[in-house]
């Protein structure tokens, strides 16, 4: 399994932005994707996931009404669009895949096995 973000770049605080992962290798129904990012100087974070057998979408408190995910199967791709961004959302940002991600707790990367390398977003003020 391979996983490939991309779309990062530098914006202005209110601007919005584009993410894209994508996801290659996942044969099976049930799995995950997961946004992730970490802050400069912070832990990793979950901050976004959707389901991909009933496209359930999940979103940390942080980015709830900002983010959204989505995705397009037939391209393998994985998006986050991400809008209103703040200072705050600044980091590197990763997507990855998880098979056996619980509804209980779907933004936790312990549950996620397969990671891309991540695409840095700054937000300046």
């Known amino acids: 399994v391979q996983l490939q973000a991309s779309g990062g770049g530098l914006v202005q605080t209110g601007e919005s932005l584009k993410l894209s992962c994508a996801v290659s290798g996942i044969t099976g129904e049930d799995y995950a994707i997961g946004w992730f990012r970490r802050p400069p100087g912070d832990e990793r974070e979950g901050i976004s996931s959707?389901?991909?057998?009933?496209?359930?979408?999940y979103y940390s408190g942080s980015v709830n009404g900002r983010f959204t995910i989505s995705r397009d199967n037939g391209k393998k791709m994985v998006y986050l669009q991400m809008n209103a961004l703040k200072p705050e959302d600044t980091g590197v940002y990763y997507c990855?895949?998880?098979?056996?991600?619980?509804?209980?707790?779907?933004?936790?990367?312990?549950?996620?096995?397969?990671w891309g390398q991540g695409t840095l977003v700054t937000v300046s003020s």
């Open positions: 990855a895949a998880g098979f056996r991600v619980p509804k209980a707790s779907p933004l936790q990367p312990l549950w996620y096995e397969a």
């Open positions: 959707i389901m991909n057998i009933d496209s359930t979408t």
